[in-house]
């Protein structure tokens, strides 16, 4: 059977063109999980992340001043851990050979690593993302049109009012009920973000092979121009497919900007762009963003895991808003590099 679209229920199609360019005294955190399936779309899953923390000095240079590395061989139906080797090289970190990368993996981190979870590492960004790459990796089982059969009564009980994109009544749940197959959302061209005349704008990225998924994220943190002001912060997050000829194209993807209390570590203000959605009613979670004024950033991924359920809620969007908890450690770093405070 083909994959079943319908274009004029989709979501907004509006990509950002570009990369906003690295603003002197700021830091920027970017990081990527790329999903592959060297062997087949039924084969094995390898998943590589990359994390990097840059500070841009008044002169405009970059400064790297932090990196890390994982790379796991994941079963692919199971989604098992096979195999983990990870930059830094933290040797319990082999305990989550076997654990699933789904639902529980994030505890499972939490309970292995509790110094990465509190200093927010780079690392500890890329273990609490591979749930969600895992999940959207997915996307590329759809498209092949890999995805085992279930009745529509099944994914109504199990999966209607999860998020906004699952709505009951909503666009995807109406087209299952009536045809009986998934159906498969079909996203832009993805615009390029690297910037030829800013070659660590990014982090190494390279193109992937056909079936190939990414998970793109960049956070800035810019300090205030005046002491005491709140810090600006600018966050861009992207999930993509890499088709048949190894074109990419956007599945997911938000712009979020808000501003931050540096000495409280609480959010002022908040405001989220879905840029490119699947379905028509996705963009409805946007006004849950609000929810994170006047909230502390330490504890930002539980209480968003936990509190930000059902149609008024994005599960994408959720990524994007736990990752400002982040925003914490980066002034931090901003502290330190400016000589604030001492290192440590």
């Not at 796991?72 to 305990?95: C, F, N, Y």
């Not at 808000?258 to 946007?286: F, H, K, S």
Request: net charge negative; glycine share 10%.
């Amino acid at each position: 059977m083909p994959p079943l679209h319908n274009l004029s229920v989709r979501g907004p199609h509006d990509p950002v063109p570009s990369t906003p360019s690295r603003v002197a005294g700021s830091i920027r955190r970017t990081s990527s999980i790329d999903t592959t399936r060297p062997d087949g779309i039924a084969g094995q899953m390898i998943m590589e992340g990359r994390a990097r923390d840059i500070v841009t000095t008044a002169d405009g240079d970059g400064v790297t001043v932090g990196d890390a590395r994982l790379r796991a061989t994941v079963v692919g139906g199971s989604r098992e851990v096979e195999t983990l080797r990870t930059e830094p090289e933290i040797a319990v970190l082999q305990d989550l050979v076997g654990a699933v990368v789904g639902p529980g993996f994030r505890a499972r981190v939490d309970k292995v690593v509790p110094d990465q979870r509190e200093q927010q590492s780079l690392l500890y960004l890329l273990l609490d993302d591979l749930p969600g790459a895992g999940l959207v990796s997915g996307y590329a089982v759809l498209r092949a049109d890999a995805v085992p059969k279930a009745r529509p009564d099944e994914y109504l009980e199990v999966r209607s009012d999860l998020c906004a994109g699952w709505a009951r009544d909503g666009s995807m749940m109406v087209m299952l009920r009536e045809h009986g197959q998934n159906p498969t959302p079909l996203g832009p061209p993805a615009p390029r973000l690297t910037r030829p005349d800013d070659p660590i704008a990014w982090h190494p990225i390279a193109d992937l092979a056909p079936m190939g998924m990414r998970r793109l994220r960049r956070l800035d943190v810019i300090p205030p121009p005046e002491p005491g002001g709140p810090h600006r912060v600018d966050v861009f997050f992207r999930d993509s497919y890499f088709d048949d000829n190894a074109a990419e194209m956007v599945v997911h993807e938000y712009s979020v900007t808000a501003t931050v209390d540096g000495e409280t570590r609480t959010v002022l203000t908040i405001g989220a762009t879905p840029n490119v959605l699947p379905w028509q009613e996705c963009p409805g979670a946007i006004a849950s963003a609000d929810r994170l004024v006047g909230h502390a950033l330490g504890d930002l991924r539980p209480w968003v895991r936990e509190t930000f359920v059902g149609t008024s809620t994005c599960t994408h969007l959720n990524d994007v808003l736990r990752g400002l908890t982040d925003v914490g450690t980066l002034i931090d770093e901003l502290d330190v590099v400016g000589g604030a405070r001492p290192r440590g």
